[in-house]
């Protein structure tokens, strides 16, 4: 008999896919060999998906007092803030079954908080949030999210899981 399993959607490189800006991953063995013995795991890497390839020119968060813009770190010109943000929204219609998400931490794309951003001053503060995850969290504000640090930690997972189930009766 097929089980559907509840869907959550991990940022690729937590899977052990090499989709980083410099080829590598950040795999979280927990999540390949325990959490998908219960769950639908829904790899998503933004900027993979806005074809940024692999390797690619590193990306930060800059504050340019119009907004928080992800622009290239050696070429500012390069601005991805448009495209990751579309991105998001897309996820958004494209799996509208995920029911919590996994999101790598400190990424201009995927970072929930405290990701590093330069103000105008020319300093970094760790104070903002990826694009990406900015865009699905404001379409989808009661979404369960967590990064790897804190779904590493065996009582917030046990939270993070709870507000999934719950989340997943009513959507
Ligand atoms: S943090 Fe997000 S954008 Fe960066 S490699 Fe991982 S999934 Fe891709």
């Known amino acids: 008999m097929q089980i559907n399993k509840i869907k959550i959607a991990v940022s690729s490189c937590l899977l052990g896919e090499s989709v980083r ?4 991953d950040k795999h979280i ?12 795991l829904i790899s998503l890497c933004p900027e993979m998906a806005v074809g940024m390839g692999v390797p690619r020119a590193p990306i930060h968060l800059v504050d340019d007092e119009g907004g928080i813009q ?8 390069c601005n991805m803030t448009k495209p990751l943000t579309q991105y998001g929204n897309e996820v958004v219609e494209i799996y509208p079954d995920i029911c919590g998400y996994i999101f790598k931490k400190n990424s201009p794309s ?11 001053q020319g300093q970094y503060e760790r104070k903002g949030q990826g694009v990406y995850v900015a ?16 779904f590493l930690d065996a009582k917030v997972r046990k939270k993070f899981l709870y507000r999934v189930s719950e989340y997943s009766k009513v959507n």
Do not use: F, H, M, W
Request: proline share 6%.
């Open 21 to 24: 800006y410099d080829g590598t």
């Open 29 to 40: 063995k927990y999540i390949t060999q325990v959490l998908s013995l219960n769950y639908n």
């Open 70 to 77: 992800v622009v290239g770190i050696d070429n500012p010109e």
């Open 110 to 120: 995927c970072g929930i908080k405290n990701v590093k951003v330069l103000n105008t």
């Open 135 to 150: 865009a699905i969290l404001n379409r989808l504000p009661s979404l369960p999210v967590i990064d790897e640090d804190d």
